[in-house]
């Protein structure tokens, strides 16, 4: 997959990559937290407030993934996604559909993202994930090297620092995520 194949989609009318976005291109979400206002004239010895949910500026000033709106967006929109991978559990019982929801919502928004000529197919998308870690997310390649490929997709702590890497691979697109995400 060249990176010739996609064409970026431009950002739509509220400023975002994609109508599921929560910030527009150039932001991430934060969510609510306590912050620690700094001593002035009201206040001498400073104080607490709440800081509420909010979309502050990506480093990059990029589009820009983190955890938290990644775990939004699939809360949000994946149960309204219609094409589906094919609801067999594959030799896996009910563990072999258990992230069908996740599939469908993800590969549909790297299709509207990406625009890829040969868009991803969910069911490739789920054999790939069957293959490659038997639909267990937390398994390990090799228990003994902690850089060890992971999760369900078996990524590797290097290809998981080319995702959010600015120079990396995708030059508009990036994830910043820790090992355990």
């Not at 929560?22 to 407030?49: D, I, R």
């Not at 896996?92 to 890829?116: M, R, T």
Request: glycine share 6%; net charge positive; with cysteine.
């Amino acid at each position: 997959m060249g990176a010739k194949k996609y064409k970026n989609k431009q950002a739509d009318n509220s400023g975002k990559v994609h109508p599921w976005r929560l910030c527009p291109e150039g932001q991430h979400a934060v969510v609510t937290h306590p912050l620690h206002v700094p001593p002035n004239e009201k206040s001498p010895e400073g104080h607490m407030t709440t800081r509420h949910f909010h979309c502050a500026n990506n480093p990059s000033k990029k589009d820009q993934f983190y955890p938290l709106e990644i775990h939004r967006i699939a809360e949000d929109n994946f149960s309204k996604v219609k094409n589906r991978p094919c609801p067999l559990g594959l030799e896996f019982g009910d563990q072999g559909s258990k992230y069908d929801h996740l599939i469908a919502g993800w590969v549909q928004y790297w299709n509207d993202v990406l625009k890829p000529d040969e868009p991803l197919d969910p069911n490739l998308f789920k054999a790939l994930i069957a293959s490659e870690s038997r639909l267990i997310p937390d398994i390990l390649a090799d228990k003994k090297r902690p850089n060890s490929a992971r999760g369900l997709t078996q990524v590797t702590n290097k290809t998981r620092k080319i995702l959010g890497d600015e120079k990396g691979e995708l030059k508009n697109h990036f994830l910043t995520v820790s090992r355990p995400n």
